[in-house]
Antibody, heavy 121, light 106 residues
Framework: QVQLVQSGAEVKKPGASVKLSCKASGYTFTNYAIHWVRQAPGQRLEWMGWINAANGDTKYSQKLQGRVTITRDTSASTAYMDLNSLRSEDTAVYYC??????????????WGLGTLVTVSS | EIVLTQSPVTLSLSPGERATLSCRASQSVSTYLAWYQQKPGQAPRLLVYDASNRATGIPARFNGSGSGTAFTLTISSLEPEDSAVYYCQLRSSWPLFGGGTRVEIK
C-alpha cells in the first residue's frame, strides 16, 4: 500500500531554514507528483507546491515563492521541502501528499502523517 | 483570486441524521472540487474528487454534488466516526482549500 513517511518534528529560530523529508513506498515513485501542504494551528490547509518526481519540475505557491524549494532523490524515493527565512507564522504541521493520478491534478490521494515545525526564539 | 467559502462553520447532529455541507466558490470552478475529512491529530483523507467521484474505499454514505460555484457534500446517515472537520479544495494551477466545516455527533 502507498506510504509516505515524513521526518520528525523540528524546532527552529526565526531566520533559520528547515528541510523536511518524505519517503515514499508502495508505488513507483517517479510516476506521481508529490505536493507539500501545511496547516498552521487552527487554520485552513495551505498548498505550498509540488514536484514532478520523474523530471524534477516544480511549482510553488505565489505566497512562498522565493522561500520554498522542493527537491527529490529518485534513488531514495524521497521528496524534500526546504523553507528558509523562517518566521513565527511558519509554525505549522507540514504534510506531503501524493497526487491521485500520474498527471499533476492536485488531488491529494495519500498523505504523510505530518511534521510539526515550531519557529520560536 | 478564487475564494472557497464553506458553511456552516459547525454542524451538530445525531447519529443516523443527514449532514449537508456547503462549499461556494467566488467564481466558476467547473467540477474541479474535492472534499477531505480530517480528524484531530490526523492527516486529511480524500473523500470525493471532481465534485462527485467517491475516492477508493470511501463509504457510500458520502456523496458529493454540484458544479460551477455551488457544491455539496452529503453524509446520508451519520455514524459516530464521522465526527471531523471537512474541507473542500479547488484543484487548479493554484490549489486552495476552504475554511472547513466541523461536524459534531451528539
Amino acid at each position: 500500500q502507498v506510504q509516505l513517511v515524513q521526518s520528525g518534528a523540528e524546532v527552529k529560530k526565526p531566520g533559520a531554514s528547515v528541510k523536511l523529508s518524505c519517503k515514499a513506498s508502495g508505488y513507483t515513485f517517479t510516476n506521481y507528483a508529490i505536493h507539500w501542504v501545511r496547516q498552521a494551528p487552527g487554520q485552513r490547509l495551505e498548498w505550498m507546491g509540488w514536484i514532478n518526481a520523474a523530471n524534477g519540475d516544480t511549482k510553488y505557491s505565489q505566497k512562498l515563492q522565493g522561500r520554498v524549494t522542493i527537491t527529490r532523490d529518485t534513488s531514495a524515493s524521497t521528496a524534500y521541502m526546504d523553507l528558509n527565512s523562517l518566521r513565527s507564522e511558519d509554525t505549522a504541521v507540514y504534510y506531503c501528499a501524493r497526487d491521485l493520478w500520474t498527471t499533476v491534478t492536485a488531488i491529494f490521494d495519500s498523505w504523510g502523517l505530518g511534521t510539526l515545525v515550531t519557529v520560536s526564539s | 483570486e478564487i475564494v472557497l467559502t464553506q458553511s456552516p462553520v459547525t454542524l451538530s447532529l445525531s447519529p443516523g441524521e443527514r449532514a449537508t455541507l456547503s462549499c461556494r466558490a467566488s467564481q466558476s470552478v467547473s467540477t474541479y472540487l474535492a472534499w477531505y475529512q480530517q480528524k484531530p491529530g490526523q492527516a486529511p483523507r480524500l473523500l470525493v474528487y471532481d465534485a462527485s467521484n467517491r475516492a477508493t474505499g470511501i463509504p457510500a454514505r458520502f456523496n458529493g454534488s454540484g458544479s460551477g460555484t455551488a457544491f455539496t457534500l452529503t453524509i446520508s446517515s451519520l455514524e459516530p466516526e464521522d465526527s471531523a472537520v471537512y474541507y473542500c479544495q479547488l484543484r487548479s494551477s493554484w490549489p486552495l482549500f476552504g475554511g472547513g466545516t466541523r461536524v459534531e455527533i451528539k
